[in-house]
């Protein structure tokens, strides 16, 4: 055989054979190096828990935690020196990214070790991921030996859940709170007002929770249903200690109709199809108002970020033209049409954020207007705009890519689902989702691509009334999400992550989730 010959065979027979092995280790999403070490290690309640540093006690308390829950190990935090082996938890300032980790498994010891408590949380979490591929014996539970070094493509892997629409609660917001943590998320964008309800207390103005919380999407008169402030800071610490930062959006000027049901005396009217849509950007008192509201807002997010809407306001302005406050407003700051009484609108509110000393975040509808950019986030979602997106980077701000398609998780996973949306033929394969390529979108360059925050799905619930239909469109989208926020272009391989996805499926189950399966074997 030559060799060129034999070269080819090789590595068409050979590489497969290994490559795969050494290189994905069964952990989503897929870090950035992996390598299968010599022999294993045992897992047991003889295992000690060795912390360094005091900063680390929330990532050691959330692996004792899971272990137990998962693996029904319970291992004790002790000193290094009584145990048979150990999982050692280090805080290395030399480690570059903050959320980077790198997790040695040798038989005698664990070692995870990051520059700070986040990166050390991931390194648990990729640890739990391998602790469920280890074979349960008399002894204790064996895994295999790994040596990994990570770290996060983009900084910004989110997750938006409307619960407006459809209101899930407490233990469904904390359950997909640690799913994403699973899979290295980190920010959740929670949609509370929109038209159906407004789902969060604001002491000022209870009636926006006791009469805006009332009714869904498929039930205007159901029981009011809402977030109290004690049960915001709950899910706040809850995500926190999962590292999660969790962001607000009350929606405004348009999709205010729930709010405007409570205070009518702030509407600013609407259209046939979406009545009393709009807050009243003619009245002085509309701007205290939200002002009032957005103060309590801030309070109970420390994330220091407010997302503000600003989408689709053209749905229900049709009454800006003939309102008197509206004209008044129009003819003393010379604005020309409703467009621009909409900028001047978000002008204020944006003054409002800034002045709280958060940024203002709001979809792409805001990149026509100039905000300071070092302060404003810009959501693409139009993805039959593309211009929007160019304009948002052109303009220097920076951008969360989540496109409808395929970023929207209310569209259908497959051609034959019924319940869900499409666009026109298009919907959101899983396989789409991984492969989606965001250096190639118009206005992503060598110049911009910093600009560029990262990636989020967004979750609306008009298709999805109970828990079960919000898991069928959630997952296991939600894996491939994660790999495309948190893993390199080069490292990614659908294929190999089709298959480590399959070994999560019996954890689905453990969970009861009503998860979809793509995939036909
Ligand atoms: C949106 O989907 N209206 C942001």
Not at 55 to 77: D, E, F, P, R
Not at 215 to 223: A, D, M, V
Not at 355 to 363: D, P, R, T
Request: charged residues 20%.
């Amino acid at each position: 055989m030559n060799l060129k010959l034999f070269s080819a065979v090789f590595t068409f027979i050979v590489t497969p054979l290994i490559l795969p092995a050494q290189n994905h280790c069964p952990v989503i999403p897929q870090p950035q190096q992996a390598t299968l070490g010599n022999g294993q290690f045992l897992l047991s309640q003889r295992t000690a828990l060795v912390v360094s540093d005091a900063s680390l006690k929330n990532a050691a308390l959330y692996l004792q935690q899971q272990m137990l829950q998962q693996q029904h190990i319970a291992v004790a935090v002790q000193p290094a020196a009584k145990s048979l082996n150990r999982i050692i938890l280090s805080i290395d300032k030399d480690f570059q990214n903050e959320e980077g980790y790198s997790l040695s498994v040798k038989p005698d010891a664990i070692e995870v070790s990051a520059a700070t408590p986040q990166g050390v949380f991931y390194g648990t979490i990729s640890l739990l991921q391998l602790l469920e591929q280890g074979k349960q014996t008399d002894e204790g539970l064996l895994m295999d030996c790994w040596n990994i070094k990570d770290a996060p493509r983009y900084g910004w892997r989110g997750l938006m859940l409307d619960e407006s629409r459809h209101f899930f609660g407490m233990e469904k917001v904390k359950s997909i709170l640690n799913w994403m943590a699973y899979y290295k998320l980190n920010r959740f964008h929670w949609h509370l007002t929109d038209e159906p309800a407004w789902r969060i207390e604001i002491k000022n103005y209870p009636k926006l929770a006791l009469i805006g919380g009332i009714g869904t999407h498929t039930n205007p008169q159901s029981p009011a249903q809402f977030y109290t402030q004690q049960q915001i800071a709950e899910i706040v610490n809850y995500a926190a200690e999962r590292n999660i930062v969790v962001i607000p959006e009350i929606d405004m000027p348009g999709h205010a109709t729930a709010a405007n049901r409570a205070y009518p005396e702030f509407s600013g009217g609407g259209s046939e199809k979406h009545p009393e849509f709009t807050f009243n950007p003619g009245k002085p008192e509309t701007y205290t108002y939200l002002a009032n509201i957005l103060r309590e807002v801030n309070a109970l997010f420390p994330s220091r970020m407010i997302h503000l809407g600003g989408d689709e306001v053209s749905f229900g302005n049709q009454k800006w033209q003939t309102n008197p406050d509206i004209k008044n407003l129009m003819g003393q700051n010379n604005l020309k049409n409703v467009h621009e009484v909409e900028s001047y609108f978000m002008q204020r509110m944006a003054d409002t954020v800034y002045s709280l000393n958060a940024k203002l975040l709001a979809w792409d509808e805001v990149a026509n207007m100039n905000f300071p950019t070092e302060k404003t986030i810009v959501f693409w979602w139009r993805h039959d705009q593309p211009a929007q997106l160019e304009k948002t980077l052109s303009k220097g701000y920076e951008a969360v890519i989540c496109p409808r398609l395929p970023l929207y998780f209310d569209f259908v996973q497959d051609s034959t689902h019924t319940v869900g949306r499409k666009w026109g033929k298009g919907f959101s394969p899983i396989e789409d989702v991984y492969r989606f390529d965001i250096n190639t979108l118009p206005g992503v360059n060598a110049k911009t691509k910093k600009q560029v925050l990262g990636v989020q799905a967004n979750v609306w619930t008009e298709t999805m009334v109970r828990p079960d239909q919000l898991d069928f469109m959630l997952f296991p989208r939600i894996a491939a999400l994660s790999e495309l926020g948190w893993t390199s272009s080069e490292r990614k391989d659908y294929e190999a992550f089709s298959q480590i996805l399959k070994t999560q499926f019996p954890l689905y189950r453990k969970e009861a989730l009503n998860f979809y399966n793509p995939f036909k074997n």
